[in-house]
């Protein structure tokens, strides 16, 4: 059995366990810099105090099995209605619908938030990943060839974006 809930400070340490795995072991974060637990409850308490979802997976035992999360897309007011998001899954538990479970509670979140458009950024090889989100009504917005580099590659960058629904032209 699996829970979407809000994260809390007790899970922060599995979160960040999980982020530097990937950063370690993937192309899905684009560093080679772990974070220290006082970087990731930073950002923790950044996105709690703007009001915006960390959330986590859990088993029966409460054992964080994923996360997920948006901000900002861009730091300019014309892009106030866009957020990126990130989705993290421990490896050991791909492939079972968590980062699906989590990426359609995101989605939800960002409708009810009344945001107009979730944007991924993904690296071009991650096939699984971009084939869950267009699952889930997301589309290939743009590919950036070569746009970055980790392990001693070059690494193609994939934007992939869903409107969440229609909107009145956004107030000024």
Do not use: C
């Not at 945001?115 to 699952?135: C, P, Q, T, W, Y």
């Amino acid at each position: 059995m699996m829970l979407i809930r809000n994260a809390e400070p007790k899970d922060v340490p599995s979160i960040l366990a999980l982020y530097n795995q990937a950063v370690r072991e993937t192309t899905a974060a684009w560093t080679n810099r772990e974070e220290t637990l006082d970087d990731r409850l930073t950002w923790y308490e950044g996105r709690v105090k703007q009001g915006l979802p960390v959330l986590v997976a859990v088993d029966d035992a409460d054992t964080v099995l994923g996360f997920a999360s948006f901000g900002p897309f861009r730091p300019r007011e014309g892009y106030r209605l866009t957020a990126e998001h990130s989705v993290y899954v421990d490896p050991a538990v791909q492939r079972r619908g968590i980062g699906n479970a989590l990426l359609e509670r995101l989605v939800d979140i960002a409708a009810d938030m009344k945001l107009h458009v979730l944007v991924g950024v993904i690296d071009g090889d991650n096939s699984a990943s971009i084939a869950l989100h267009e699952k889930l009504g997301f589309h290939v917005a743009g590919r950036l060839p070569e746009a970055g580099t980790k392990f001693g590659r070059w690494l193609d960058l994939v934007f992939v974006a869903r409107v969440l629904g229609p909107m009145q032209s956004p107030n000024a």
